[in-house]
């Protein structure tokens, strides 16, 4: 059993190429960080943009590269590179904050529950699949980070409580506050780059498909939190 978990692990992390680096270990990682400072200079912010698009083209392509590879697709020195993302994390960071923070900006356009759910996944994973390599590095660096960590330390992500409680929020007066807590951990299990990766890697699912099967999900956890309600009324 522990074989065949570590098998899966490995299929779902590994790049779709030969880079296998490691990334630098205990450097805290926000999947969606603060905005760049506004206050760079125009010709700083074209050259952190373009080595942004080279670096989401690299990972977009499966390649995950050094900040030295990117600072050669660039073709911008590596003082110039490292000047902007001095560590894999910074990199890292940055990619997945243009590529997948739309994301984040996500709202309901329904005042019904399974309508909002249906919306999220409807509107999220297009989104990862488009930016698949960059969600895969985030992940492989999340876990390493995490193996390398000091005890008692702890990578705190919290953007999909808040996007599954906004999704939520129309069943806050029809069910008890115990309840609702458990649909919302339920469908933190239909929602997330792991369920995404998982369908894609291990059942070899394509992106209709995923979204057929979680949003299938989707209307199983909210019918069975309702039927609980009406016994328990």
Known sequence: MGQDLSVRLSIVLTPRLEDTRKFEENVPIS?????????????????????????????????????????AHAQVSRATAYRYFPTQSALISAVVAKSLGPILEWQPQDNDALKRIHQLLAF?????????????AA???SLQQWANATPGEKFVRGNRKRLLKLAVEPLQNKLPAEA????????????????????????????????????????????QAEEDARVEG
Request: hydrophobic fraction near 45%.
């Open 31 to 71: 999947a969606f960080p603060a905005p760049r400072d506004e206050s760079l200079t125009h010709t700083r912010a074209k050259t952190r943009s373009l080595l942004l698009a080279c670096a989401m083209e690299l990972y977009d392509g499966g390649v995950f590269p050094s900040i030295t590879e990117l600072a």
């Open 124 to 136: 999220a994973y297009p989104q990862m699949e488009q930016h698949e390599g960059a969600l895969r």
């Open 139 to 141: 992940l492989q660096l």
């Open 180 to 223: 609702l807590q458990r649909v919302i951990h339920a469908f933190s299990l239909i929602y997330g780059s792991e369920v995404f990766l998982v369908l894609k890697d291990i059942w070899g699912l394509e992106l209709d498909d995923i979204q057929d099967v979680t949003q299938w999900m989707a209307k199983a956890i909210i019918r």
